[in-house]
């Protein structure tokens, strides 16, 4: 029911909200991307830049922003698969298929790195375009994941 989406909405904003306001010391400036993009002037512009950088080569992906670029579930994909190529194959993925795609990058990003699923994969079908700012948190845990996995280099753990 509606309700029970505004409801479940809601919770997910308050348990963002609550990651957001985590200590962002482990939310370090990625060394690849101060070295790649100098001139990227806020962690949320280098986030962005450097999903972009990790996902240039994949077909069907086209990041430049934290909203629409992500709304068929590809993008996830791709940056899941960047680091776990063999987790599944990528070139087998169809855009059109938007809650497969949600439903494998979620579940394999929280298998790989404990990247918590901060996404519901109902609400981003539902969604025409998914709120930036969920996005935008939910990618800093999968970067954090990775940090803490070793898997991506930063000022702090080079």
């Excluded at 169809?94 to 519901?120: G, I, K, W």
Aim: hydrophobic fraction near 40%.
């Amino acid at each position: 029911s509606l309700a029970a989406m505004e409801r479940r909405q809601a919770e997910r904003r308050k348990e963002l909200m609550r990651a957001q306001t985590m200590p962002k010391s482990s939310m370090q400036a990625p060394l690849e991307i101060l070295i790649l993009f100098p001139n990227a002037n806020s962690i949320k512009q280098m986030l962005l830049d450097w999903c972009r950088a990790k996902t240039r080569s994949y077909e069907h992906v086209d990041i430049h922003n934290f909203s629409s670029s992500w709304s068929n579930g590809m993008a996830f994909c791709a940056l899941v698969h960047h680091f776990f190529p063999e987790a599944f194959d990528y070139s087998s993925l169809n855009p059109s298929e938007r809650r497969h795609n949600f439903d494998l990058a979620f579940s394999t990003a929280e298998r790989m790195v404990d990247c918590p699923q901060l996404l519901d994969v109902d609400d981003m079908v539902k969604m025409r375009e998914p709120d930036w700012k969920c996005v935008y948190t939910y990618l800093q845990e999968f970067y954090r994941g990775l940090v803490t996995k070793g898997l991506v280099k930063t000022r702090g753990n080079s």
